[in-house]
């Protein structure tokens, strides 16, 4: 189904101070002494764009702390008439809503536990008509890029231009050293069907943990990401949630100092030519692939037709098995990444089963559709 967004440019509506924008504040509001002391420090850095805090908490139990409620709201108030900040708040539902804008709120978010589930989204997205509120929207809690759009365009379908994307991880089965996997590719894809959607990076709970965050918040703009939200606490071992993710205002301040700003593109002349020459060379190489690739696949078709003759399975292991450990080996001495190569040769090897599915299915029209689809 094709994307098409109607949106407002993000230098309309959330101007930045600094490059990179930058949206921070404590993963939630506790007290009120907590929030404007946090507050104070993060406009005193001069690199905070935007004051985040959770009022309502999304809990995986219940019993753990869910948030301060409508009062927090007041406290943001106040810290924002301090500060000069402007405000953002998680919303999940009607009620969230009509208190944040209420209360002055000047940014809304939707949470990766609400772009999950389309109901949730759609009774966002309704209280939302007839507002200009900016929303941004978290991606989903796994990595469907059709829900994060799906919620994109519910909350555009609003009425809402002032619309940007928070790319803050997936939850995975596999343990890794990430809170929440990036998969990067889900934002690039994102930004590939909508170019002119801003998307701001959340290491905080990409990560998890403090460590990570430069690594992560530094990958995030040498990708062009149009900004980040990082927790920051004033007491960060205190605090009531997320505790071991946020850092001090005067730790986000270093890790700011840190990060290495690149240009999208240069203007410079040499820099022009030379990546165009080499740009040159890669496309050469592609199509060289791509020919390989076909080439290849052509002897598969005829190896399928001789399997065929001879009443042969498609799938023979020990082959399959020779192939991944001598091109592996091979990959890796060429200085190759073997999970980059394992996967290439899966996708390669996938294709070739199917279009010998196809051969030995050929001419009954229905299993060849249905086979078609088992391989896919
Ligand atoms: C948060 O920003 O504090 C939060 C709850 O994030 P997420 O929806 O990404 O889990
Ligand atoms: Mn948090």
Redesign the pocket.
């Known amino acids: 189904m094709k994307t098409q967004l109607n949106l407002e440019s993000i230098q309309n509506w959330l101007p930045s101070k600094n490059s990179p924008l930058l949206i921070s504040g404590p993963?939630?509001a506790e007290t009120e002494e907590q929030l404007l002391a946090t507050a104070h420090l993060l406009a005193k850095t001069g690199k905070v764009s935007v004051l985040?805090a959770?009022i309502w908490?999304?809990r995986t139990r219940p019993g753990e702390f869910e948030g301060i409620g409508s009062i927090g709201l007041q406290w943001l108030q106040r810290a924002k008439l301090e500060t000069g900040l402007p405000t953002a708040v998680?919303v999940a539902n009607a009620k969230h809503v009509e208190e944040a804008l209420k209360a002055g709120v000047d940014i809304l978010?939707?949470?990766?536990?609400?772009?999950v589930n389309p109901f949730t989204v759609q009774e966002i997205a309704d209280s939302l008509n007839g507002t200009d509120v900016p929303v941004l929207v978290?991606?989903p809690?796994n990595p469907d890029l059709q829900l994060w759009l799906g919620a994109l365009e519910r909350i555009n379908k609003a009425g809402i231009t002032k619309l940007g994307a928070?790319h803050?991880?997936f939850s995975s089965f596999e343990k890794s050293a990430f809170r929440?996997e990036p998969m990067w590719e889900l934002a690039i894809q994102l930004k590939t069907l909508i170019p002119e959607l801003p998307i701001i990076n959340?290491p905080?709970?990409i990560c998890g943990n403090r460590e990570l965050l430069p690594y992560v918040a530094q990958k995030a703009l040498d990708l062009d990401m149009q900004g980040l939200?990082i927790?920051s606490h004033i007491d960060p071992s205190q605090a009531w949630?997320?505790a071991k993710q946020q850092v001090t205002p005067s730790a986000l301040n270093d890790m700011v100092n840190n990060f290495t700003l690149r240009v999208p593109e240069s203007r410079n002349e040499e820099f022009i030519d030379k990546l165009a020459d080499l740009r040159k060379e890669i496309d050469k190489i592609d199509d060289l692939v791509i020919q390989k690739l076909a080439d290849r696949m052509a002897i598969t078709r005829k190896i399928g037709e001789f399997k065929l003759e001879n009443n042969v399975t498609i799938l023979q292991v020990n082959r399959w098995d020779e192939i991944m450990k001598r091109r592996s080996a091979f990959a890796n001495a060429l200085k190759l990444d073997i999970h980059f190569t394992e996967k290439f040769l899966e996708l390669v090897h996938g294709e070739s089963i199917r279009l010998q599915t196809e051969i030995m299915n050929a001419g009954k029209t229905e299993n060849k559709q249905l086979a078609s689809k088992v391989v896919h």
């Open positions: 993963c939630s985040r959770g908490k999304p998680e978010w939707i949470g990766a536990r609400s772009t978290k991606n809690v928070i803050r991880g929440n959340d905080s709970h939200m927790e949630t997320d």
